[in-house]
């Protein structure tokens, strides 16, 4: 059905909208528009109703007044009408976005994988303030993002918003582009087209961002785009594209050749990747270098940690860091700053080569661990640290029986090397409360309280508290350990996270009050759910008390968010444990201690005679402003 006249008797009623009702009568091309009409009007009511409107309009008897109603009526029907109709369409043959490249059909693959909503329900007045502070420079532009990723993160999954995210990854602000390549590397596989698009290898810090992304969702897939662009790329972005070779064994030829030409950092970037395939060519070679340069072998084994699994690079890795510790000194030469500047040289060295393993597995690292640990308390606490880091690394991202049997010969049978309790506890927490775990926690709460308060020597508090720097909770979600670690190739942040069947209550709970530790408490202030009314109920008790004992502001979150009541003795504790406060102080500590305002004001209003008493010194004090304030409602 040809419906070109309904178009055609618009555009008339629009023009006489515009020459007004007067001329109606005389107007003959709408009255030819009315009667093209007439065939269509067989055809639907809608259409015979628009007919029978628009010959009210025309007809030379009908009267002038009521002419400007009828003519809104009849161009308001046909807006409708025409709006039903509509249809969007361009002239030529349909091609896909990416035509005639592998890679780019692999691309494809990984986008439609998980079918998503490109384009959210959000009107235009909330997307573009945010599209424009993604896309453009000027104050306030990096704090309202990143609020707006706080708060509604959802609205970064519209595809209108996907588009100003890969912008922004060239912004001149560091932090936000950061951030936003932060974001889409934990989900960004649907921009792939994007960052594909217009790719520049003689680019910069934007096309590495890019690249990051690329590398992370499209791994070995990608490997005739990194090979592409590397023909002419320089600078860091050429070093990051070599670095993308790693995923496809097929790229040892091409790194062995690249490893003859390169210098520099670029090189080392090449012996990097080349130590993450699994190949007898590549072992050997690096079998040759580490008899003339055993320190920078070592030194190309430390690299990005998930994807170095190549059996022969932790035989030899761990290999390396026993051939080390042989050489520990043993004598004294009598001159004790030479001694320790050789032990102090000595110990750096084997922290480095312990990062060697970092993500390397098997018997021969475990082994080369158990002998580094059994030194570490010999000779300071540097390398204790180290090995403590990479045990707890890889405890959350490699769980499982090998790491599990390491951690327990490490910390010991009966845990003597109390230093170690950090692994030891996480291993606990993964055991009982990851993945398959049947009784999620059962037994935490009694081992914990065996390692801090029933063996001897006891775990000191401040080694739990480390431990809990590891533990994150999400409301909604759970519990989590969860940790990042600094790609020295790809140079940047790599997260980490271990989900957790977990619940800090009833005996758990008990166990960390019974610390009393401010550092146990700081961490425990954002780990329990605020929607149990139990553990609030317990916790509000217990931090109200703790916050009297410490006189300190840092526990006036915790009882927030636990739903606190009570201020009594809060702020005149506070004031009292220091030797002169503020105004300004007093004010902010009254605004966000719990309690009803009537509290508030009477915990406020002894303030004045403490001052009085010299119990309080405040610093340029004015008791009528100060009491006009209290009496004000603060």
């Excluded at 405040?618 to 004000?632: H, I, L, S, T």
Aim: hydrophobic share 40%; with cysteine.
């Amino acid at each position: 059905m040809d419906i070109t006249p309904i178009y055609d008797l618009r555009d008339r009623l629009r023009t006489a909208m515009i020459a007004g009702t007067s001329l109606l009568a005389e107007d003959f091309r709408l009255k030819r528009a009315v009667e093209a009409m007439v065939p269509l009007e067989k055809a639907a009511p809608v259409f015979a109703k628009v007919g029978e409107l628009c010959r009210k309009l025309v007809a030379p008897d009908a009267s002038a007044e009521g002419k400007e109603d009828l003519l809104l009526d009849a161009i308001t029907l046909v807006d409708a009408v025409c709006c039903t109709q509509g249809a969007v369409g361009v002239a030529g043959e349909m091609e896909p976005l990416f035509a005639g490249d592998e890679v780019e059909s692999e691309m494809e693959k990984i986008v439609n994988k998980n079918k998503k909503m490109l384009l959210s329900n959000v009107p235009y007045s909330v997307l573009q303030p945010l599209r424009e502070a993604l896309t453009t420079s000027g104050s306030g532009h990096y704090s309202y993002v990143t609020d707006c990723h706080n708060v509604s993160p959802e609205l970064f999954k519209d595809y209108r918003v996907r588009t100003a995210m890969v912008q922004a990854l060239g912004a001149s602000y560091a932090e936000l582009a950061d951030d936003v390549r932060g974001w889409l590397l934990e989900d960004g596989e649907d921009v792939l087209p994007l960052l594909v698009r217009d790719f520049n290898p003689k680019g910069k810090k934007e096309m590495v961002r890019r690249l990051h992304i690329i590398d992370k969702w499209m791994g070995a897939a990608g490997n005739d785009f990194y090979i592409k662009q590397l023909e002419t790329a320089e600078g860091e972005l050429r070093q990051n594209l070599i670095y993308a070779l790693r995923h496809d064994p097929k790229n040892i030829e091409l790194l062995m050749d690249l490893g003859k030409k390169e210098r520099g950092n670029t090189k080392k970037v090449v012996y990097c990747t080349l130590a993450c395939n699994d190949d007898e060519e590549v072992e050997k070679l690096f079998e040759e270098m580490y008899k003339k340069k055993p320190q920078t072998v070592m030194e190309y084994l430390e690299m990005s940690p998930e994807v170095n699994k190549a059996p022969w690079a932790a035989r030899r890795a761990a290999e390396g860091l026993k051939d080390w510790l042989k050489l520990r000194p043993t004598e004294k030469t009598g001159n004790k700053k030479k001694d320790d500047l050789a032990i102090k040289e000595w110990e750096q060295t084997a922290a480095r080569f312990v990062d060697t393993l970092y993500g390397k597995s098997g018997a021969e690292v475990c082994d080369a661990l158990r002998a580094a640990a059994a030194l570490s308390g010999k000779y300071g606490t540097w390398l204790q640290s180290v090995i403590l880091q990479l045990l707890c690394y890889t405890l959350i991202t490699q769980p499982g029986e090998e790491i599990f049997s390491l951690v327990d010969s490490i910390y010991g049978e009966k845990g003597g090397r109390l230093q170690y309790f950090p692994a030891a506890f996480l291993a606990c927490l993964i055991r009982e409360c990851g993945a398959g775990a049947e009784k999620a926690g059962a037994n935490i709460a009694a081992w914990l309280s065996e390692q801090l308060f029933d063996k001897t020597p006891c775990v000191p508090y401040h080694f739990l508290a480390g431990a809990l720097n590891y533990l994150y909770f999400d409301e909604g979600r759970g519990y989590k350990l969860a940790l990042s670690r600094y790609d020295s190739v790809a140079e940047y942040q790599r997260e980490y996270v271990q989900p957790l069947q977990l619940e800090i209550k009833g005996e758990l709970l008990e166990v960390f009050i019974r610390c009393h530790d401010k550092d146990i408490d700081r961490k425990l202030g954002g780990l329990f759910d605020s929607s149990d009314k139990a553990v609030c109920a317990r916790l509000a008790e217990y931090f109200y008390k703790q916050a009297l004992s410490y006189a300190a502001d840092e526990y006036l979150e915790p009882l927030k968010r636990c739903g606190g009541t009570c201020c009594e003795g809060l702020l005149v504790h506070y004031a009292k444990a220091r030797p002169r406060i503020s105004i300004w102080q007093i004010e902010y500590f009254v605004q966000n201690m719990p309690g009803s305002l009537e509290d508030k004001i009477k915990e406020a209003g002894r303030i004045p005679e403490l001052v009085k008493n010299g119990k309080v010194t405040v610093y340029n004090w004015n008791e009528a402003n100060y009491m006009k304030w209290v009496e004000n409602g603060l």
